[in-house]
T-cell receptor, first 115, second 111 residues
């Protein structure tokens, strides 16, 4: 079964800390992996997309890495700020069959950055 | 605001009633997706369209659920004979390439 797992489920850090969110997936045959941010009661905002041929992507204070062979991705947030508080979701587009376009999501990591 | 809009934003209904949700994607996007998200979980895929063709449906989409995308523009998701277990956030997304852009969602509460 193609699944996505995120740990930790929740994380609370003081402002300014660097932090890492983890995502694992069960099948290395993927098209891409995406990280999203979701604020309470809102839709999802795409943060980074890593193609299966890439190892990492960077945007501002965010850096996402991909290791297909081990089925893992990490999202690194540098110098965290209270405005980073949100739920972070990892989503995989698995390859094969008719699954192109379908995203399989993890359950998310709830991040709280306190001043 | 990603440019994907959903209507209504909130819906409260009684068990057994039918409800219909609308999604307007970003205008040039040919792919449109529906997901369902329950509290504390990540979104789960329901179905997706390329232009007007419905290419995949999840087993989560029971016979009570139907989705359409006439003319390859907006899409509707209808739930017939709603059940309390249908209470969730229904999210729509659209894409031209791989990145999916999500709307704000429709939160459904079935009493």
């Amino acid at each position: 079964k193609q699944e996505v797992t995120q740990i930790p489920a929740a994380l609370s850090v003081p402002e300014g800390e660097n932090l890492v969110l983890n995502c694992s997936f069960t099948d290395s045959a993927i098209y891409n992996l995406q990280w999203f941010r979701q604020d309470p009661g809102k839709g999802l905002t795409s943060l980074l997309l890593i193609q299966s041929s890439q190892r990492e992507q960077t945007s501002g204070r965010l850096n996402a890495s991909l290791d297909k062979s081990s089925g893992r991705s990490t999202l690194y947030i540098a110098a965290s700020q209270p405005g980073d508080s949100a739920t972070y979701l990892c989503a995989v587009m698995y390859a094969g069959g008719t699954s192109y376009g379908k995203l399989t999501f993890g359950q998310g990591t709830i991040l709280t950055v306190h001043p | 605001d990603t440019g994907v809009s959903q209507d209504p934003r909130h819906k409260i209904t009684k068990r057994g009633q039918n409800v219909t949700f609308r999604c307007d994607p970003i205008s040039e996007h040919n792919r449109l997706y529906w997901y369902r998200q329950t509290l504390g979980q990540g979104p789960e895929f329901l179905t997706y369209f390329q232009n007007e063709a419905q290419l995949e449906k999840s087993r989560l989409l029971s016979d009570r659920f139907s989705a359409e995308r006439p003319k390859g523009s907006f899409s509707t998701l209808e739930i017939q004979r709603t059940e309390q277990g249908d209470s969730a956030m229904y999210l729509c997304a659209s894409s031209l390439m791989e990145t999916q852009y999500f709307g704000p969602g429709t939160r459904l509460l079935v009493l």
